[in-house]
């Protein structure tokens, strides 16, 4: 398979366009065809290896001198492909979305993610849409509950917590009470 792959730090050019092995599922993940993908800040920090102490104190990610995962990317929307032993909630041919996790992936035409990091893509939503979701609604929606303080029974800006959040992160504010 194909993916965007980084060896070193650095600016986009470190990156290249390149064959590596077909990951393959374990009994808590799945293996999903990558129809998109997202870019986010994360994946540029991790890139360059910025701020250097995070090198330090982020050893599951980062090593000194390049990463320790050398796919990028970690927000995806796909197809499942195949599930471990373990999987319950999806098979194959589910389309889905979520994040690959620490170790990033996403930026390849197939990734392994676990279960729990992985939610079914609604139908009305694209796979580019829904790609786009996962840190950056999830950034969003920490902004909105946990530093705006939004509590059960506030009322906030309904069009602004939407547009930052999307559809499906904004409906999540609803059952806690918010407004």
Request: glycine share 10%; hydrophobic share 40%.
């Amino acid at each position: 398979m194909k993916a965007i792959v980084q060896d070193r730090y650095g600016a986009p050019e470190v990156l290249e366009f390149r064959g590596v092995d077909k990951p393959v599922a374990g009994p808590y993940d799945l293996l999903e065809r990558v129809h998109a993908s997202a870019v986010n800040a994360r994946d540029w920090h991790i890139m360059r290896g910025d701020p250097y102490l995070v090198r330090v104190m982020s050893p599951s990610v980062f090593r000194w001198s390049g990463p320790k995962m050398r796919i990028r990317g970690c927000d995806f929307a796909g197809r499942v492909e195949s599930v471990g032993s373990a999987v319950t909630r999806f098979r194959p041919g589910d389309d889905v979305y979520g994040d690959v996790g620490a170790p990033d992936g996403a930026f390849a035409e197939y990734l392994s993610a676990p279960e729990e990091l992985v939610a079914a893509k609604p139908e009305n939503v694209s796979f580019e849409q829904a790609a786009a979701v996962p840190v950056a609604g999830n950034t969003a929606l920490m902004g909105v509950r946990d530093a705006g303080r939004s509590s059960q029974g506030s009322t906030s800006s309904s069009t602004a917590a939407q547009a930052a959040l999307g559809p499906s992160q904004f409906r999540s504010l609803k059952p806690s009470g918010r407004r």
